[in-house]
């Protein structure tokens, strides 16, 4: 077998973080490259929550709806999760004396699910730990029935409590316990290697990217599933010296990073929908005084609150068209860790070659998704500011901040740098700032910034073709941010049947590029549209633009991501 | 009354009018004749060379309103940006550099309603920045709507019938904040307005100056002269200390009868938000200047 897949499901805030993240060490350092993702309410304590992880001895990218072993911490979960164990998978539980969902699991028996059950309670205290360790217990059972090396969850278990030498020692016993107690019932083969991979979430890679290109001021107002970026730009202050700075609103965080930026320093902000909603007067104000502005909005369904702790790709239209006026910007979606640290960089260096608005785009299912990655590749985007430096700031007179060119671009430098100085004027202006209402400088002046446009979509890169490139494929996708994972992964699977899937992926939406994009259709004649919303936002783009037409559209928009089975199901049918 | 500038200060002024003109714009001036705005812009400049500020020392933020349109009449490096942000954008820029001084001007409706939370805001996190509250009691640009600070029974734009309720007390409002410094001058009178921008330049956090400006056009309950009969100095008073927030609010109470001008309330014992960064202890540099790449490695 080429993956396996688990499921743990317990109440929120009941230990199953610690459970998952012991697990997806335990099976890193076995080697195998790893995708885990953690579905939970949007609440503290209580509530049904899962972690579902993915392992293979290949790169694998995306999840599959239906799991082949589920670890139950409780009965409610066991109630609520019991349909997404596979026919034949494993159902581990600890339930002692009434066996609350009975039913449920008498049901999954007869569909072939093998039942993997010890009173893990009773266990615990017999193994000389106390009832919090039952999950231990657990533990040890699953690592057993799935047929894998006790040493690497010892190890694992052993560094979780090195610093309890008690507790450890009861710990490793129920662990010890639960193992031996349970049989063998999957035989997976251990990986020939362990890969030089790291585990990244996309939030972690967002920051990175940012600390990397140089960003040293961070303003927030937490949002989910933005927040943890918060969380780990803060924990990066004391190495780095970062100034990171919670303020009251977005509107107020929105302004700080633009003031900040305006200086000379580079800084960005990131936020959900709604916070952009009100980040959005700002990203006109970037637009009119061409100050470099860089935000992250981490997709979640709206509208208002929607659902805040689920994923969606259904804010590209607002990304594109937020915000009064006509103003050039760019609009940038990561599709997993290494794509976010790349463009975070690649976000601030348009941002300040072109003095406009940079919108990063990322979803629920890639801020807090965990995936093995290559160690990422440290300077290969270079920093690029687009500032006037060294002799020629000298040389610089007012009218050089907002000069009509003819491609749009004028110089930039920072407050103080040179004699020359300018108005960054909100108002309609001249070329050093100066306020105009007159009717044909502003022409000219509107002309200049949208010139911006046409300049940076020659600039930009085209998108990527995943899969076989030349020829027809049987069937082909485009689409942009997680689509890429499930993309990857179905790419694979289908050519081990001798299907053709190919899939060309937008990182770089707008202004969208169509050089490619026409060639993909003119070559490929089952093209489909893979989205996460309800509208096909991207598509409808394309089409506007184009008037090229997708044959089919597979949309997805209840706040979970796109799976394996979701394209099985479409290919199968649109073969 | 007002108080006139020594002649020590008059000499400096006049021996420096080069650096003065500097200042001044070519272009048309589009506020009314003896609006306020022009006795503000005339102290500040002064300020500025009395303190010997050069243009590459600061940097200006204005609102938008009668007092944002100086934005582009000062001729320096500004930014005009949003209703009610000017606070935020001159913050964000003060953290980002702390070797340039930033002054962040705005009026009523930017203080009182549409930016009233980055006022809080900014006079907790004692941002390092002088802000310019321009209080002339009602929205000028758009016509001579009632503001925040229009007073009870007057018949504006928008209320024929009269404002119907009582207006915010700006001073007392930022003293319920535990600012650091706030002052309080006249549009009328330039000479004490020149050495309150200087007290407030050389503030090391956020320097809170509102200053009484008369607006010929729309404001015709307290106009000029209207101020002009009824503003005292606090440097008069016997015995006040600047020190003591319960003396200073009691004193800014009265809006009516005997309102004074001068430093009002000064607390250097909180530190500004900058200095209380325990990440950048011991930097010597700002945030602009260190833009580079930085090794991620250690940070995984």
Redesign the interface.
């Known amino acids: 077998m080429t993956r396996f897949s688990i499921k743990i499901a317990g109440a929120s805030g009941g230990g199953l973080l610690s459970m998952g993240d012991i697990i997806l060490k335990a099976l890193k350092n076995m080697g195998f490259y790893l995708v885990a993702e953690r579905e939970y309410p949007s609440v503290i304590k209580g509530g049904h929550a899962c972690f579902n992880v993915t392992a293979s001895e290949e790169p694998i990218y995306a999840l599959r709806e239906e799991v082949d072993l589920m670890m139950a911490i409780d009965s409610f979960s066991l109630k609520i999760y019991i349909d997404s164990l596979k026919n034949g998978g494993i159902l581990v539980h600890g339930q002692e004396r009434v066996i609350e969902g009975k039913e449920a699991i008498e049901k999954a028996k007869a569909k072939g699910v093998k039942e993997v059950h010890l009173p893990i309670r009773t266990v615990a205290l017999e193994s000389g730990g106390n009832v919090l360790m039952s999950n231990v217990v657990l533990l040890g059972m699953m690592w057993k029935a799935l047929g894998l090396d006790y040493k690497y969850i010892e190890a694992e278990v052993t560094e979780r409590f090195k610093n309890k030498p008690k507790l450890l020692e009861a710990d490793l016993k129920c662990l010890k316990a639960g193992y031996d107690r349970t049989e063998k019932i999957m035989d997976i083969k251990m990986p020939g290697k362990v890969p030089e991979t790291?585990l990244?979430e996309g939030n972690k890679a967002i920051a990175?990217g940012a600390?990397?290109a140089?960003?040293?001021?961070y303003?927030a107002y937490p949002m989910s599933p933005a927040s943890t970026i918060l969380t780990h730009m803060a924990n990066?202050?004391?190495?780095?010296?970062?100034?990171?700075?919670q303020?009251?609103?977005e509107?107020?965080v929105a302004?700080?990073?633009?003031?900040?930026?305006?200086?000379?320093?580079?800084?960005f902000c990131a936020t959900s929908g709604g916070g952009f909603d009100l980040m959005t007067?700002?990203v006109s104000?970037s637009g009119m005084?061409e100050c470099p502005l860089v935000i992250v909005v981490a997709q979640r369904p709206g509208p208002a609150t929607g659902m805040p702790t689920w994923t969606c790709q259904a804010d590209l239209d607002l990304a594109i068209y937020a915000a009064h006026g006509e103003f050039t910007r760019l609009v940038l979606a990561a599709g997993d860790p290494s794509d976010a640290f790349d463009l975070t960089q690649h976000a601030f260096n348009y941002a300040e070659k072109f003095q406009i608005p940079v919108v990063l785009l990322t979803e629920k299912g890639i801020a807090e998704t965990h995936w093995t990655i290559p160690?990422?590749e440290?300077?290969k985007i270079p920093?690029e500011?687009g500032l006037v430096e060294g002799e020629e700031l000298k040389k610089l007179v007012n009218e050089d901040r907002y000069r009509i060119t003819g491609n749009g671009v004028s110089k930039r430098w920072?407050?103080?740098a040179s004699?020359a100085?300018?108005?960054?004027?909100?108002?309609e202006?001249l070329e050093d700032?100066?306020?105009t209402e007159d009717a044909e400088p502003s022409r000219k002046m509107i002309e200049k910034r949208m010139r911006k446009m046409q300049t940076l979509e020659e600039a930009l890169p085209e998108p990527e073709i995943y899969g076989d490139s030349g020829g027809a494929a049987d069937i082909s996708f485009v689409g942009w941010g997680s689509s890429k994972n499930v993309m990857r992964d179905i790419i694979e699977q289908y050519a081990e049947k001798n299907v053709k899937v190919n899939y060309l992926h937008f990182s770089f939406l707008f202004p969208l590029k169509t050089e490619v994009l026409k060639k993909f259709f003119k070559e490929n004649n089952n093209v489909n549209l893979i989205e996460g919303n309800y509208q096909g936002q991207l598509g409808n783009l394309i089409e506007a633009k184009t008037g090229l037409k997708f044959k089919g559209r597979l949309l997805k928009y209840n706040g979970r991501p796109f799976y394996l089975n979701d394209l099985e199901k479409f290919i199968d049918a649109n073969l | 009354m007002t108080k006139k500038m020594d002649k020590k200060t008059r000499d400096e002024l006049i021996a420096k009018a080069d650096k003065l003109l500097k200042y001044e714009t070519g272009?048309v001036i589009t506020w009314c004749g003896n609006c306020g705005n022009y006795g503000i812009q005339n102290a500040f400049m002064r300020a500025l060379v009395l303190e010997g500020l050069e243009?590459?020392?600061f940097?200006l933020?204005f609102d938008?309103g009668c007092s944002g349109?100086g934005?582009?009449k000062f001729?320096?490096?500004?930014?005009?940006?949003?209703h009610g942000?000017t606070i935020?954008?001159?913050?964000?820029?003060?953290?980002?550099?702390d070797k340039?001084k930033v002054i962040a001007f705005a009026g009523d409706g930017a203080t009182f309603s549409e930016g009233v939370?980055?006022l809080?805001?900014g006079v907790r996190n004692n941002f390092p920045l002088v802000f310019v509250h321009h209080n002339n009691e009602n929205y000028g640009l758009t016509i001579g709507q009632a503001s925040a600070t229009t007073r009870c029974g007057v018949k504006m734009n928008g209320t024929p019938d009269g404002v119907v309720v009582e207006p915010i007390n700006p001073l007392q409002f930022v003293l319920s904040l535990d600012p650091t410094f706030v002052a309080r001058g006249f549009s009328g009178d330039v000479d004490h307005l020149t050495e309150l921008f200087r007290l407030a330049l050389r503030h090391k956090g956020f320097a809170y100056l509102e200053i009484l400006q008369s607006c010929p056009t729309y404001n015709r309950t307290t106009p000029e002269d209207w101020y002009a009969s009824r503003v005292k100095y606090v440097e008069d008073l016997k015995d006040y200390d600047c020190h003591d927030i319960w003396a200073a609010r009691k004193l800014v109470q009265d809006m009516d009868k005997e309102i004074y001008l001068g430093l009002i309330y000064e607390n250097n014992g909180r530190k500004d938000f900058?200095s209380l960064?325990?990440?950048?202890e011991g930097?010597e540099t700002?945030?602009?200047e260190?833009?580079?790449?930085?090794?991620?490695?250690?940070?995984?």
Do not use: W
């Open positions: 790291i990244m990175l600390v990397h140089g960003c040293r001021a303003f990066f202050a004391a190495k780095t010296g970062i100034l990171v700075k303020v009251e609103d509107i107020s302004s700080m990073t633009l003031g900040a930026m305006h200086m000379g320093t580079r800084a007067e700002t104000l005084i160690m990422f440290q300077g920093i500011r920072v407050p103080g004699d100085y300018y108005f960054a004027n909100s108002d202006h700032g100066s306020l | 272009k243009r590459k020392d940097a933020f938008i349109n934005a582009d001729e320096a490096n500004t930014l005009h940006g949003l942000r935020s954008t001159a913050a964000g820029a003060a953290l980002a550099n340039m939370n980055h809080v805001h900058l960064q325990k990440s950048r930097r700002s945030l602009v260190e833009v580079r790449r930085y090794d991620v490695r250690a940070l995984i």
